[in-house]
């Protein structure tokens, strides 16, 4: 548990120390840069809180791709799912003028869930009944839903005014409360926390869970041993598509209040980093989103006050995804220590098990 | 000349090879015999170039062999055949041929030269290989070694070291693979073959090497010796030999019955024809047969992971399935000891309240069953793969006895098991068939002396159609004719 989340900081470093001699050969220096980027990301209360704002949705959608990864269930489609709870969000929670907050609140946060539930629903539908591979049905519905978006906000959701193409804003009621204003701080960050407590509980301490592990594991022993693997596999989608939509109308209830195009700049993408980088473990989503949500944050102080272009900061992520992919790999590193720690007989010759996606 | 000198090689704190001095010259079969885990495959690795010793050098006609190095054995002429077939499940036949020697080396890849190379080989040794194009995933266990002997021997190597290649092979195929490998003695190769089938080693060996412990105990020539005398140079101690077949025929109540079983593939070719059978409580029903004649469909069946194309299955009472293939069906192998025993439903239930899981009862439960069916694991949190073959086989069948079914259909559970091992799950099962027990156990097997040993009653299944044997039929000869597919 401990090294699982220490290995990734490693890795860190090194991506840090490779990054510096990149910025030394452009002739910026690498100490100031980190140090306006830890500043820009950690350096003050509000950065904090920014910092946590930028990392919401990424555990939301990280969350997504760890549970169906979990399960050896490929959803790429986590940015779709999170844009059709976000449009579930943001088109019911502009007819709830006249609602209790905290019904309000729910019923947007439930709409958006069951937007996402949906639309992973159909790819794990896809999968279990029509043996479509999940990864080309998630991506598709991708620009369905990114699409839909668009159209919406053009045609039936689009302001009164008719000038932008965005939909009007959410019932006051419909959205989440900010704490010590005016830091953004809401209960959407909380929800996002205990959703990653509860996946956790839900993989490794439940029956279904371990279903969920032993498919991913190995689909055909689960078989054997009585797994239902079509209606899982359609359930885990399912719930994979609500966590991310859930994101999405968090997002519209506290930080946007209205749907525009583009409304994720590709969170669902990003998680899959978040996820590996966490391996996939939904308590080390939390620190896994954070790192990615300050990099992000942080990106905007360094170009600030060093001059460097943000898109460098996706250089670092890439270079941190990489390294800590070489620093070791999940599925192998168990296998191995018990080989070569442990094992008395023949059973060293046995080659590990490779974990490929089942096409 | 093949000789090895003090190879040394460990594993963690495991001496798996200790100081082992081996060699085999051309033109001789040389059996290498051992138990589980004496480090008879591992020498074998090392002398492929697949693992690198720790000390000591392996040398080919005064060449020394590049450690480690699988290419330079290939290149040096040794082919190896492993125990666990190496295929590319999602390849065809010839696509997994095209690996080995026939490839001509050309930029182009010609499959087609490479099959009908592959075909004639197959056809020089006496068998058929299945059409262009068919994938490796959903082939026999023997037909995937005779692949794996056939993609060894495209190499047209001087040397070809087996692990085990017999054991998947029936009384029918196994002549004909002796008669093979005195051939290619014949041609003045070296052929190092490992296997713990006494008889076997007997009957085509010029000498013989056991292993115990990674250690060289002996070294002599079948005349010298005999099965008893290696039995206990490999074992140490004396022989455990599994107890008389219960033939028992006051069976108690129908367990389990088919019922006129019918299933055909994707493309229409009928695979299972109308078999019918019951097994009573306190009965063990063998169904021998050759590899690939439905027997892995009729456990797919069973075990509710497949759909019938027609008739009836009835089965009063709880079932556990052993499948044959361990590593691929029975077992998790990345996952740990006691997930893979709460992998039954029955097992996990007992560790479950409300949809909970709890991991300590769960570790409580597997302790007991390490104890109780003598798993050799350091703790319930080993992962399964780090296990030996023994020990991932009591693991499979103390799952399948701690879920207390009323029937166990189990597949091809001794294959690769030394003797001590097969005894062990023989009294096991024989146990859970015993008037204390009271279960039944469906054993489906291609290794007729097993069944010989401990079913009461016969079955013959061949082009997928079941024949019953008369009670008192134990002629082994005329039982391999039958699985052969010999009508009466």
Redesign the interface.
């Known amino acids: 548990m401990l090294s699982s989340i220490a290995k990734p900081f490693a890795a860190l470093l090194v991506a840090a120390a490779l990054i510096s001699i990149v910025l030394a050969a452009l002739g910026a220096s690498p100490l100031g840069v980190f140090a306006a980027l830890g500043e820009g990301a950690f350096g003050s209360w509000y950065a904090c809180v920014d910092t946590l704002v930028k990392s919401t949705p990424l555990i939301f959608t990280g969350l997504a791709v760890s549970i169906a990864f979990s399960g050896a269930l490929w959803n790429i489609g986590a940015d779709g799912q999170l844009t059709i709870g976000a449009i579930a969000a943001g088109a019911i929670g502009t007819h709830l003028g006249g609602f209790p907050h905290s019904l309000a609140v729910a019923i947007v946060l439930i709409a958006g869930a069951l937007g996402g539930a949906a639309w992973g629903g159909v790819a794990g539908w896809l999968r279990a009944r029509r043996d479509v591979n999940e990864v080309i049905s998630t991506i598709m519905l991708n620009f369905v839903a990114v699409q839909m978006l668009s159209w919406m906000v053009h045609g039936p959701l689009m302001e009164p005014s008719r000038a932008y193409p965005t939909s009007s804003p959410i019932a006051s009621a419909a959205q989440l409360d900010f704490y010590f204003a005016p830091s953004r701080v809401n209960l959407g960050m909380l929800l996002a926390i205990l959703l990653a407590a509860a996946c956790y509980m839900l993989l490794?301490?439940?029956?279904?869970?371990?279903e969920l592990?032993?498919m991913g594991?190995?689909r055909?022993?689960?078989?054997?041993?009585?797994v239902r693997i079509p209606a899982l596999t359609v359930w885990v989608m399912a719930l994979s598509g609500a966590l991310a939509g859930l994101g999405g109308a968090v997002q519209v209830s506290a930080i946007s209040h209205r749907l525009y195009e583009k409304l994720s700049p590709g969170w669902g993408f990003e998680a899959i980093a978040v996820a590996l980088v966490a391996r996939l473990n939904p308590l080390g989503i939390i620190p896994a989103a954070i790192l990615f949500g300050a990099l992000d944050n942080g990106s905007q102080a360094m170009q600030r006050t060093q001059g460097i272009s943000p898109e460098l900061v996706q250089v670092i992520q890439g270079l941190v995804i990489l390294i800590i992919l070489a620093f070791d790999t999940p599925?192998w590193s168990?296998?191995r220590?018990?080989?070569?720690?442990?094992?008395?007989?023949?059973?060293?010759?046995?080659?590990?098990?490779a974990?490929m996606p089942d096409? | 000349m093949l000789r090895a000198i003090a190879i040394t090689k460990r594993?963690?704190r495991?001496l798996?090879l200790d100081h082992v001095d081996f060699e085999a010259r051309p033109g001789e079969i040389h059996a290498l015999v051992g138990e589980?885990?004496?480090?008879?495959?591992?020498l074998m690795?090392v002398l492929a170039g697949?693992?690198a010793p720790d000390d000591g050098e392996a040398i080919l006609d005064e060449r020394p062999l590049l450690a480690g190095s699988p290419r330079a054995a290939l290149a040096a002429g040794i082919a190896a055949v492993?125990q666990?077939p190496?295929l590319f499940e999602?390849m065809t036949w010839e696509e997994n041929l095209a690996l080995g020697g026939f490839d001509t080396g050309a930029e182009r890849l010609d499959l087609a030269a490479v099959a009908a190379r592959g075909r004639a080989l197959a056809a020089k040794l006496g068998f058929e290989l299945p059409p262009s194009g068919t994938t490796v995933e959903n082939r026999s266990v023997a037909e995937r070694v005779r692949l794996e002997v056939l993609r060894a021997l495209s190499f047209n190597p001087r040397v070809l070291i087996l692990d085990e290649p017999t054991s998947v092979l029936a009384p029918s195929e196994l002549a004909a693979f002796l008669d093979l490998l005195r051939n290619l003695r014949g041609e003045g190769r070296i052929v190092v073959l490992i296997t713990h089938k006494l008889a076997e080693a007997m009957a085509v060996a010029d000498r013989i090497t056991v292993l115990r412990r990674g250690r060289v105990v002996a070294r002599t020539t079948p005349a010298e010796t005999s099965e008893e005398k290696l039995a206990g140079l490999m074992i140490g101690e004396v022989v455990i030999q599994p107890e008389a077949a219960a033939t028992k025929s006051q069976a108690g109540a129908t367990v389990l019955q088919v019922e006129n079983l019918k299933l055909d593939d994707h493309t229409g070719r009928r695979i299972l024809d109308g078999l019918s059978f019951r097994v009573a409580a306190g009965e063990i029903v063998g169904i021998a047969g050759v590899d690939g004649n439905g027997q892995t469909e009729l456990v797919e069946l069973l075990?509710?992971?497949r759909q019938s194309s027609d008739g009836k299955i009835i089965s009063s009472g709880a079932m556990a399935?052993i499948?044959q293939n361990r590593?691929?069906?029975?077992?998790?192998?990345?996952?740990r000891l006691w997930?893979n025993l709460?992998?039954?439903?029955p097992l996990?239930e007992r560790v479950?309240s409300h949809?909970?899981?709890n991991?300590a009862r769960a570790l409580e439960l597997s302790r007991e069953l390490i104890d109780r069916f003598r798993i050799?694991a350091?703790g319930p949190d080993?992962?399964a793969?780090?296990?030996?073959?023994g020990n991932r086989q009591r693991l499979e069948v103390a799952r399948a006895i701690a879920s207390q079914p009323r029937i166990i259909v189990a597949h091809n559970i001794c294959r690769g098991l030394d003797l001590a091992a097969t005894a062990e799950v023989h009294r096991t099962i024989l146990d859970f068939a015993s008037d204390t027990g009271g279960g039944a156990v469906l054993l489906i097997s291609s290794d007729l002396d097993e069944l010989l040993a401990i079913c009461g009653r016969l079955l013959i299944i061949s082009r997928g159609k079941i024949r019953e044997t008369s009670p008192g039929e134990r002629d082994p000869e005329r039982l391999g004719l039958l699985m052969a597919g010999a009508r009466d």
Not at chain 1, 204 to 210: A, I, Q, R, W, Y
Not at chain 1, 220 to 226: E, H, L, N, Q, V
Not at chain 2, 36 to 42: I, L, V, Y
Not at chain 2, 385 to 389: K, W
């Open positions: 490794f301490n439940t029956s279904v869970g371990f592990r032993a594991r190995n055909r022993a689960a078989t054997f041993f009585g599925a168990g296998l220590e018990n080989i070569f720690g442990a094992s008395n007989d023949d059973a060293a010759a046995v080659p590990p098990v974990e096409a | 594993f963690g495991t798996a589980n885990g004496a480090g008879k495959t591992t690795n697949s693992l492993h666990s190496m999602r075990a509710g992971v399935v499948p590593d691929l069906d029975g077992l998790i192998l990345d996952m997930e709460i992998l039954a439903r996990r479950t949809g909970w899981l991991t050799r350091p080993t992962i793969g780090a296990l030996s073959g």
